[in-house]
């Protein structure tokens, strides 16, 4: 099968027999002034999903545009030093503006233009989701505004200046945390108050139905081009694949084609950042300190709260990962038993980085290096016959200032 049509072909799990729920979760808990746009939404989608001239769109603008299909490659310096299993790497981090995000913007932007919604709305982390939508805009030719948390937009600064020079108004968030759930929080304010005239590009696999569904079928392209590579590559399956989870765009997107074939692992990682209490990390999933199912910005899932039910800080390294729950389809694999989440510290994210500039000459984004970090733990455990995939979502680049702080890069070079 084409990777065009699979794409058109709507695959509909016995899980999600409900539209708009993963078993438990998921969902649509909203103020009563947006469910009208999200019905308008979920008619608009049904009906570009069963267009072939939307669908001949996206996958032109992805492949001439955006630069799909993405390499899979074989990390040769890095699997050998390890020892153990195979390392593959799935090459999102080689897409027009850096990271995956750019397969549900472009996907998102057409159906907006479609809907007849001029003005775009977003929000971001760790800006790349932001820096997408403005891509898309310009290239559209539609008005966008980004929300950022102040605290994102110091450690995410270039990718500031990304989404201003492409022509996005960039509005600080200053209340709560300063980061991605504050950012969320005010776009949905604003598209509370111009729902007639505004299309929300939500970034991740979360909030309400339809959005887990339609961001995690624009980004099914990852892993249905991974099968295809990896079966040309070595003649069978990985025997796992790990993405990193924040929102859980990139990893639904990693994981999706391959959840019919139980012999492939699924393994999600959070960002443990520097601890197991509350405000520490963003491991919604682990056992200590962890997460309890609850609503958070219109979808039930599991979210980091405390007793009381208020929801809890975060934090993590990377701004893309620091968020207090995860989208529903995530909830419902972890239940299942389906894929597991681990969780990875700040430090083991810094040193994942480090090793990899230094085996294969790619520097990955934070966010990304959580999931290198728990390929380099597990390999040498591995058999040599073992494959792992690692979804690698994003470069470095925006991370330069993140970095050059916390690994001390300026005169030296033994930071490891």
Same mark, same amino acid.
Request: charged share 20%; proline share 4%; aromatic share 6%.
């Given at each position: 099968?084409? /990777?065009? =049509?699979?794409?058109?072909?709507?695959?509909?799990?016995?899980?999600?027999?409900?539209?708009?729920?993963?078993?438990?979760?998921?969902? %649509?808990?909203?103020?009563?002034? *947006?469910?009208?746009?999200?019905?308008?939404?979920?008619?608009?989608?049904?009906?570009?999903? #069963?267009?072939?001239?939307?669908?001949?769109?996206?996958?032109?603008?992805?492949?001439?545009? =955006?630069?799909?299909?993405? #390499?899979?490659?074989? #990390?040769?310096?890095?699997?050998?030093?390890?020892?153990?299993?195979?390392?593959?790497?799935?090459?999102?981090?080689?897409?027009?503006?850096?990271?995956?995000?750019?397969?549900? #913007?472009?996907?998102?932007? *057409?159906?907006?233009? %479609?809907?007849?919604?001029?003005?775009?709305?977003?929000?971001?982390?760790?800006?790349?989701?932001? /820096?997408?939508? =403005?891509? /898309?805009?310009?290239?559209l030719g539609l008005d966008c505004v980004i929300y950022m948390g102040q605290e994102d937009m110091q450690r995410q600064e270039p990718n500031v200046y990304r989404m201003r020079l492409l022509g996005a108004e960039v509005r600080g968030v200053t209340g709560g945390s300063a980061t991605l759930k504050d950012a969320i929080n005010e776009a949905m304010r604003d598209w509370v108050t111009n729902v007639r005239s505004t299309y929300y590009v939500l970034g991740?696999? *979360?909030?309400?139905?339809?959005?887990?569904?339609?961001?995690?079928?624009?980004?099914?392209?990852?892993?249905?081009?991974?099968?295809?590579?990896?079966?040309?590559?070595?003649?069978k399956l990985p025997d796992a694949i790990i993405a990193c989870v924040g929102g859980g765009s990139n990893a639904i997107g990693a994981f999706y084609e391959f959840l019919?074939?139980?012999? /492939?692992?699924?393994?999600?990682?959070? =960002?443990?950042?520097?601890?197991?209490?509350?405000?520490?990390h963003a491991a919604r999933f682990q056992k200590i300190g962890g997460g309890t199912p609850g609503v958070l910005q219109g979808t039930y899932s599991y979210v980091l709260q405390n007793d009381a039910g208020q929801i809890s800080s975060t934090h993590s390294v990377s701004a893309g990962l620091d968020y207090a729950s995860v989208g529903p389809e995530h909830a419902m694999l972890h239940d299942s038993g389906r894929a597991s989440y681990v969780s990875c510290s700040d430090d083991a994210a810094l040193k994942a980085v480090v090793t990899l500039s230094r085996t294969e000459g790619i520097i990955p984004a934070l966010e990304s290096a959580h999931a290198v970090a728990e390929a380099i733990r597990i390999a040498p455990t591995r058999s040599q016959t073992d494959i792992i995939m690692v979804n690698l979502s994003g470069r470095g680049d925006k991370d330069m200032g993140i970095l050059a702080r916390e690994l001390d890069l300026k005169g030296a070079s033994d930071v490891s």
């Open positions: 099968m084409s /990777v065009a =049509a699979a794409i058109t072909e709507e695959k509909t799990s016995p899980a999600q027999a409900t539209a708009g729920r993963f078993g438990a979760y998921g969902g %649509r808990y909203v103020p009563e002034t *947006l469910m009208a746009a999200l019905e308008e939404l979920e008619v608009a989608y049904a009906a570009a999903q #069963a267009d072939p001239a939307f669908h001949a769109e996206l996958n032109g603008l992805l492949h001439t545009y =955006a630069g799909r299909p993405t #390499a899979l490659y074989y #990390a040769k310096r890095l699997s050998e030093t390890l020892g153990g299993a195979k390392i593959y790497l799935k090459r999102e981090d080689l897409l027009h503006t850096g990271a995956h995000k750019i397969n549900n #913007a472009l996907g998102q932007g *057409l159906l907006a233009k %479609r809907m007849g919604k001029q003005r775009i709305i977003a929000e971001t982390g760790a800006g790349q989701h932001g /820096v997408a939508t =403005a891509t /898309v805009c310009a290239l991740s696999a *979360l909030g309400s139905h339809p959005y887990p569904t339609m961001v995690r079928n624009f980004h099914r392209v990852i892993s249905i081009e991974a099968r295809q590579q990896i079966l040309e590559a070595e003649g019919p074939d139980t012999s /492939v692992e699924l393994i999600g990682v959070e =960002a443990g950042g520097r601890g197991t209490g509350l405000g520490e």
